[in-house]
């Protein structure tokens, strides 16, 4: 079909687990690609654009889910890998470099969606940033935070983190439905 749409799927593992039921459900009415690479946090994503991009069709719509590395206290210093202002200029940056590479791309944020831990606290704080940075660009926001709070202990592949197939089924079939509006 000459005017199907490209949809660029970018983000950490998680979306790589959700890409191909993205794909699959979208299978004859739209091209969906993703790097094959994990996005990590928003600023490797935001840096690796200059690498992915050539290997993709020109995006029609981009859905960007980049949060959880960002939060991680990886070396145990007590603060986040990307203080709350990194990782605001980093969205902040994505969306400027996305429309000055590609005029008239949608761009769809979504949420960092919870893990299986009890405190959410950072999770909800770094999506109010993402909130924040769609309300100033007109960015509608893909809730995925509030579509999986309550389902990520069923749906958790065993590491706390990850979905499991029907977990990534079901993030496939919302992610889907914020793209259908473009589409």
């Known amino acids: 079909m ?8 970018l983000g950490d593992s998680r979306r790589q687990g959700y890409e191909p039921f993205v794909r699959k459900l ?6 969906v690609y993703g790097p094959a690479e994990n996005g990590r946090w928003a600023g490797y994503t935001l840096n690796s654009l200059r690498f992915w991009l050539d290997q993709f069709p020109k995006p029609d719509i981009v859905h960007w889910n980049c949060g959880l590395w960002d939060l991680g206290d990886d070396y145990h210093i007590g603060r986040p890998f990307s203080l709350p202002e990194e990782y605001e200029s980093a969205v902040e940056r994505t969306v400027i470099v996305l429309r000055k590479l590609f005029p008239g791309v949608k761009i769809i944020f979504a949420t960092t969606m919870p893990t299986t831990g009890p405190d ?7 999506n109010n940033i993402i909130k924040q940075v769609a309300a100033k660009y007109d960015i509608p926001v893909d809730d995925l935070y509030a579509g999986f ?9 065993g ?25």
């Open 26 to 31: 979208l299978e004859g009415r739209a091209g």
């Open 149 to 157: 709070h309550d389902k990520m202990i069923p749906y958790d592949r």
């Open 120 to 126: 959410h606290t950072g999770i909800i704080s770094y």
């Open 2 to 9: 000459a005017d199907m749409k490209n949809i660029l799927l």
């Open 159 to 183: 590491d706390h983190l990850h979905l499991n197939e029907e977990g990534n089924t079901l993030v496939a079939r919302q992610v889907v439905a914020a793209l259908e509006q473009y589409l």
